[in-house]
Structure formats: structure tokens, C-alpha cells
């Protein structure tokens, strides 16, 4: 795998997670620190929940947003830049200034919701 790829990312990012669980795992070792390796364990199998609803909300709002306003705005144009577009008002990075020049009529559903 070339350094720099994407491939290459995704192969270092999964090597820090199992990295960071295995260290998780020796803190059990120690009888102080058992309790706080524990409910890390916990919150990860929280987490995972969390994690499938954030993903189902995420693809949800960008179908919806990819099929209303997809023709007239470019950053709905395609799915993968509408699940960004999305991810982006999430975090309430998006310019909401952009889907101005849109007719209420269709915008009404995606501020809505």
C-alpha cells in the first residue's frame, strides 16, 4: 500500500483503533485503574449505538436533500456531496446563505425536518 493513499489512511486508522483498544485491555491489569477500563468498555458498546443512529440520520437527511434540491443546488447535485453538504449542517459549518436563491416551496421540507 503506496504511503498517502487512501487506502493507506483507512489501513493506519484501523491499526490506532486496535491500537487503543489492546491499550484499553492492559489497563485492566492494574486493580486502580480496572474501574476506568471498564466503563470506557461501557461507553464503547454505548457508543456503538449512537454511532448507527447518527449514520441512519445522516443518510436520511441526505437522500432527502439529494431528491428535493439536488437539480437546482450543485452541493446536493450527487449523494456523496450531499451526505457531506449534510455532515457540514450538522456541525453547523454549511452557508445557508447558498440555498437562498431556491423557491421556498421545495426548501420548506429540508429546514424543516
Not at 485503574?33 to 461501557?42: C, I, K, Q, W
Not at 437527511?61 to 428535493?68: E, Q, V, W
Not at 459549518?93 to 421545495?106: H, K
Request: hydrophobic share 55%.
Amino acid at each position: 500500500v503506496a504511503f498517502g493513499t487512501s487506502a493507506c489512511a483507512s489501513l493506519e486508522a484501523a491499526v490506532n483503533v486496535l491500537l487503543v483498544l489492546k491499550g484499553i485491555g492492559y489497563l485492566q491489569m492494574n486493580p486502580e485503574l480496572s474501574l476506568l477500563s471498564s466503563s470506557m468498555f461501557r461507553t464503547l458498546r454505548m457508543a456503538n449505538n449512537y454511532a448507527f443512529v447518527f449514520v441512519i440520520c445522516l443518510i436520511a437527511f441526505s437522500i432527502m436533500g439529494h431528491f428535493t434540491i439536488g437539480r437546482e443546488e450543485f452541493v446536493f447535485y450527487s449523494f456523496d456531496l450531499a451526505m457531506f453538504s449534510t455532515l457540514q449542517m450538522f456541525l453547523g459549518l454549511f452557508n445557508f446563505d447558498s440555498l437562498s436563491s431556491l423557491s421556498p416551496l421545495r426548501l420548506w421540507p429540508v429546514l424543516f425536518s
